[in-house]
């Protein structure tokens, strides 16, 4: 890959985050601008999403731990839940393409990486070793994924340009 053709992924992953972002429907926007010419299909975009969701989830939960070294898989639920609210576009994404996969092949990448991000649940957790991991991690994160759900609810969509409410109207118009 080219110094530009890094940078121009970047872009469009970007685009794509703030995209699934607004749309908040679950589903991948490959008709925005750039994504064809990017990526290679559905599942590549849903990779880039996926590791996307993961970087930051594992940032959120080393900066939960920092914050909270004692109880670790409250730390962990936290930075479970501070991500959802950060990237909760991705996360409907990711939910919606788990549960309705397009064909085999994205079905066995997103159990691949639901295992992973939920043996990395469970080792930030404490409560499985690395060593572990394989064996008993993706049944204990889970179940820390679970508790992480629970009572809990995405943020609702913010109003898209063409959905302003007459306040937001009238608001701007006093600003401007």
């Given amino acids: 890959m080219t110094w530009e053709a890094f940078h121009q992924r ?30 290679h299909d559905e599942l590549d975009v849903l990779g880039a999403l996926q590791l996307r969701w993961f970087a930051r989830l ?12 004692m109880d670790l898989e409250s730390a962990v639920i936290a930075a479970w839940r501070a991500t959802a609210d950060e990237l909760p576009g991705i996360r409907e994404v990711q939910d919606s393409y788990r549960a309705a996969p ?3 092949r994205m079905a066995q990448a997103m159990a691949t990486a639901t295992a992973k991000e939920r043996q990395m649940l469970a080792v930030m957790a ?15 994160g889970a179940r820390i ?8 609810q995405l943020p ?3 109003p898209t340009p063409g959905n302003v409410g007459f306040l937001d109207r009238i608001k701007a118009a006093l600003a401007a």
């Fill in 145 to 152: 994924e679970a508790a992480a759900r629970a009572g809990y």
């Fill in 102 to 104: 397009l064909d085999d």
């Fill in 126 to 140: 404490g409560l499985v070793s690395a060593v572990q991991a394989d064996e008993h991690g993706a049944r204990i």
């Fill in 10 to 39: 970047g872009d469009v992953l970007r685009s794509l985050v703030a995209e699934v972002g607004v749309r908040r429907d679950g589903i991948l926007p490959m008709d925005l601008p750039g994504v064809a010419q990017t990526f």
């Fill in 156 to 158: 609702e969509p913010s």
């Fill in 58 to 69: 594992s940032g959120h939960i080393e900066a939960e731990l920092s914050n909270q070294p």
